[in-house]
T-cell receptor, first 114, second 109 residues
Framework: NAGVTQTPKFQVLKTGQSMTLQCAQDMNHNSMYWYRQDPGMGLRLIYYSASEGTTDKGEVPNGYNVSRLNKREFSLRLESAAPSQTSVYFC?????????????FGDGTRLSIL | DAKTTQPPSMDCAEGRAANLPCNHSTISGNEYVYWYRQIHSQGPQYIIHGLKNNETNEMASLIITEDRKSSTLILPHATLRDTAVYYCIVTGANSKLTFGKGITLSVRP
């Protein structure tokens, strides 16, 4: 049982390049989330998708776009990467955004932007 | 969502109980207390959550005070693999999680 799978695990980009981070879950969850974690800090919510077909901004959405491709997959896109976006990115899923269910996390994508 | 306060770090001996405190004095009636942990470089792992009653599962126990202004996560027999950052999070009707810096638990042999 894979849970939440993120690809790639590591990536180095140059400033201005674009990149899509992929996330897939096999738990039949309705809701999915993208977070970033900077060194020594807690996670911050970038975007979330409460259900298939919907997406909403979180705490730090600037510079990112998301796509809920289907119930399983939720991707995060950086259109023009900046050094300030160097971070570890975590995807999570939960059964329902509206009924306070635990979130299950992937192991992250470590992204460095030079 | 209510804010939480945790000490920055604590340690305990392997095999002993680890009691991790959390203050959430502004919690409101419909807000839950969640605990997650993050072992170095991995994604956060859900541990337990509760509203007002004490809760127990295979990983831990959660004790919430009667006034709900504080809680304690108890790992009954800590092992070296429990060394991690533990996050106490209060969340309301939706599932948005706000992570603080958490408490770093070090389990010593």
């Amino acid at each position: 049982n894979a849970g939440v799978t993120q690809t790639p695990k590591f990536q180095v980009l140059k400033t201005g390049q674009s990149m899509t981070l992929q996330c897939a879950q096999d738990m039949n969850h309705n809701s999915m989330y993208w977070y970033r974690q900077d060194p020594g800090m807690g996670l911050r919510l970038i975007y979330y998708s409460a259900s298939e077909g919907t997406t909403d901004k979180g705490e730090v959405p600037n510079g990112y776009n998301v796509s809920r491709l289907n119930k399983r997959e939720f991707s995060l896109r950086l259109e023009s990467a900046a050094p300030s976006q160097t971070s570890v990115y975590f995807c999570a899923s939960s059964n329902s955004f509206y009924s306070n269910q635990p979130q299950h996390f992937g192991d992250g994508t470590r992204l460095s932007i030079l | 969502d209510a804010k939480t306060t945790q000490p920055p770090s604590m340690d305990c001996a392997e095999g002993r109980a680890a009691n991790l405190p959390c203050n959430h004095s502004t919690i409101s009636g419909n807000e839950y207390v969640y605990w997650y942990r993050q072992i170095h470089s991995q994604g956060p792992q859900y541990i337990i959550h509760g509203l007002k009653n004490n809760e127990t599962n295979e990983m831990a126990s959660l004790i919430i005070t009667e006034d709900r202004k504080s809680s304690t996560l108890i790992l009954p027999h800590a092992t070296l693999r429990d060394t991690a950052v533990y996050y106490c999070i209060v969340t309301g009707a939706n599932s948005k999680l706000t992570f603080g810096k958490g408490i770093t638990l070090s389990v010593r042999p």
